[in-house]
């Protein structure tokens, strides 16, 4: 069989290209540290590497929704902490409130106080997180919950549960609702100090009117304890929620770290290899460069 000189020429010339291309490719891969750089250089890992970086995406954008849950548990967290102290002050002063030798005037001082105690567990009430969203409004974040009244105050929000997604598998309340906290079961912390500040600036006259004092302290007191329980253990809840959560975090860097070290063991240069190939490569070039000249520089006058 013949051979044409120009199919001599087309085969070096192919051959030689061919091995240019590999060169570049490994050249760039050592100067770019990505062993992939188009679907075409490995079709399945590319598909792996894709599912993996959307897997990181998806335990990212979990991380970020954590810290929003974080920062709105947080913040009901440590304003449940000023309605506990101010609960428990308010216990304190009526066990005081008791004492028989105080005298009218000094219940009405007494009474003063307690108002005070309301409107600041009001405020208290109508506290914002971060975002200027009420913390104690249920779905109704931008209605003001609570508006004082002459029974104490009237709860204008409802009992919606505000859900994050804070895991694959985990949704999380980071609210809670105002009728939950200071209404529970009926018993209604602001009516309960609005009647003791209405008992208090009531004069006794008589046994009847002592008898009543005696009875409606009784009873506030009964309902405070049973607020500063409920306060309790809703703070205890916020407390496990946000434990929850920071156990949740470690658990998602732990998958972030996994997500990246399989990513980079199918996608990163493995350099001493790269190396190692562009070396064989560039010896084979140059053999072939050698062979191509030696091919081309062949005729039949040199041998006359």
Not at 2 to 8: C, D, P
Not at 159 to 187: C, H, T
């Amino acid at each position: 069989m013949r051979i044409s000189t120009n199919t001599i020429y087309q085969s070096g010339i192919s051959k030689i290209s061919a091995l240019q291309s590999e060169q570049t490719k490994l050249q760039q891969q050592i100067s770019t540290g990505k062993r992939i750089a188009s679907p075409s250089d490995d079709p399945v890992a590319a598909a792996r590497a894709l599912s993996l970086s959307h897997a990181q995406g998806v335990n990212a954008k979990f991380a970020d929704t954590r810290q929003t849950a974080q920062t709105k548990l947080s913040t009901i967290e440590s304003n449940l902490t000023g309605v506990t102290n101010l609960l428990v002050a308010a216990q304190s002063s009526l066990v005081a409130a008791g004492n028989g030798a105080y005298s009218n005037q000094e219940r009405v001082s007494m009474a003063t106080e307690f108002n005070d105690s309301l409107q600041a567990l009001i405020g208290m009430a109508n506290a914002k997180d971060a975002y200027g969203n009420y913390l104690y409004a249920g779905y109704q974040t931008a209605t003001q919950p609570f508006v004082a009244s002459a029974a104490g105050a009237n709860y204008q929000g409802d009992n919606g549960q505000q859900l994050l997604q804070v895991d694959s598998e985990r949704q999380m309340a980071v609210n809670v609702s105002g009728d939950n906290l200071f209404k529970a079961g009926g018993n209604d912390i602001f009516a309960t100090l609005s009647s003791l500040v209405s008992l208090l600036n009531t004069p006794v006259t008589d046994a009847t009117s002592q008898a009543a004092l005696t009875s409606g302290l009784a009873t506030a007191m009964s309902s405070l304890s049973s607020s500063v329980d409920n306060v309790l253990n809703i703070r205890a809840s916020v407390g496990n929620k946000l434990n929850e959560l920071d156990a949740l975090d470690i658990a998602g860097s732990d998958r972030d770290l996994q997500y990246s070290k399989s990513l980079s063991d199918i996608q990163d240069t493995d350099y001493a290899s790269a190396l190692s190939d562009l070396a064989k490569q560039q010896t084979i070039m140059e053999a072939a460069q050698k062979s191509f000249v030696s091919m081309t520089s062949l005729s039949l006058f040199k041998l006359i």
